[in-house]
């Protein structure tokens, strides 16, 4: 794991491979452990980075009102830091909607957008009541010890038996969030709408699902498809929501195949 500066921020990342850059941007409780898999398996053919957010991770604590509008600052500022020029930036779940959000903000930075499992914000993709619920549960679970909630997120997250040692990586990475990084980024999502960006968008687009996935269901999916010209939409037949994990070697064929 290396430090970077961007903009006012330090941000942990981890690289690894060459070629054209290819920007991992990871969901909500999780940091950049979350693409061990990509940065091992797509290394031979792209220069693959997966940053740590602000709060999450070796990312030092962002300042409590930082928006989407920061995060998607603080992404470009990155890219710059490391030099990357315009970028692949794929995203998971809340890593999905901040790729919108450097869209919005920064499209000569991207070159294509592989969104999975992702939100155009949970105000822009989910039902108020739907919202206030999970906003509720994070806040109430963030006064108690991670140890104490984790366990029962892990069945949301997939659609199936998945190895020992993934569950292992995800319980690992949940039991390390830190309050102040969970509650910017809950706060931040849960009062995004990112809908207006998705007519605007002029990049290749790949919508990458799990069929199963209960967290963004296929109607979430199907609205960003409808709404992002010339996008590509693919359902992983058995997958639940976190779809790199759950099955590697499909999402890296699709993301192979894609770009």
């Not at 942990?12 to 990509?38: K, M, T, V």
């Not at 890219?79 to 000569?108: K, N």
């Not at 992702?118 to 108020?128: D, E, M, N, T």
């Not at 199907?222 to 499909?250: D, M």
């Amino acid at each position: 794991m290396d430090l970077a500066r961007a903009g006012g921020l330090t941000i942990a990342y981890r690289r690894a491979g060459s070629g054209e850059p290819l920007l991992l941007l990871h969901g909500g409780w999780s940091d950049g452990r979350e693409w061990a898999r990509q940065l091992d398996d797509l290394s031979d053919e792209f220069d693959v980075v997966a940053w740590d957010a602000p709060g999450c991770g070796g990312s030092p604590d962002p300042p409590a009102d930082l928006t989407m509008a920061g995060y998607a600052d603080a992404v470009a500022d990155l890219a710059g830091a490391l030099g990357l020029g315009p970028v692949h930036l794929c995203g998971l779940s809340f890593g999905g909607g901040l790729a919108l959000a450097v869209y919005r903000r920064h499209p000569d930075l991207v070159r294509s957008l592989v969104l999975a499992s992702a939100y155009a914000g949970w105000k822009g993709s989910l039902p108020p009541e739907e919202v206030e619920a999970r906003v509720s549960r994070v806040r109430a679970e963030l006064d108690r010890p991670p140890a104490e909630w984790v366990d029962a997120y892990l069945p949301g997250f997939f659609a199936g038996p998945v190895p020992q040692e993934t569950l292992d990586l995800v319980r690992t990475v949940m039991l390390d969030v830190r309050p102040a990084g969970t509650r910017s980024m809950l706060t931040a999502f849960a009062d995004a709408d990112l809908r207006d960006v998705l007519p605007t968008v002029a990049v290749p687009t790949l919508l990458l699902y799990g069929a199963e996935d209960v967290r963004a269901p296929r109607s979430v999916a199907e609205a960003l498809h409808a709404a992002i010209p010339g996008s590509r939409l693919v359902f992983l037949p058995g997958v639940g929501h976190v779809t790199n994990l759950e099955a590697p070697e499909a999402f890296d064929a699709e993301l192979r195949r894609f770009l």
